[in-house]
């Protein structure tokens, strides 16, 4: 069993930036792990993703403005969004696929608007 836990999202000025952290509650070590997220009356898309040897992949949308990064010793995957736009507001979630399942976190609300 896995547990992710989101937090950092809010509400941002298009332009600002924001970093979204997910917690794991044991060793992502071996984990490949993925930012999703849904806007309302949309399905859920992939933001980002990142193996358990650092490869990244984006989608178009956000390629040159986030970056997901992973800190093994702290069991935690960030993602840094920067120049946000208001196309970017969404609950954003935390995925990994292990060992056969797979695991969601809450999600945290991004809003960007003036």
């Known amino acids: 069993q896995v547990q992710l836990v989101e937090s950092g999202g809010g509400l941002v000025q298009p332009g600002g930036s924001l970093r979204l952290s997910c917690a794991a509650s044991g060793s992502i070590f071996s984990m490949n792990m993925g930012w999703y997220r849904q806007a309302p009356g949309k399905q859920r898309e992939l933001v980002a993703t990142?193996?358990?040897?650092?490869?990244?992949n984006y989608a178009d949308s956000v390629k040159g403005r986030f970056t997901i990064s992973r800190d093994n010793a702290k069991n935690t995957v960030y993602l840094q969004m920067n120049s946000l736009k208001p196309e970017d507001t969404a609950v954003y979630y935390c995925?990994?696929?292990?060992?056969?399942?797979?695991?969601w976190g809450q999600g945290t609300q991004v809003t960007v608007s003036s």
């Open positions: 995925n990994t696929y292990y060992r056969g399942a797979n695991y």
């Open positions: 990142i193996t358990n040897s650092g490869s990244t």
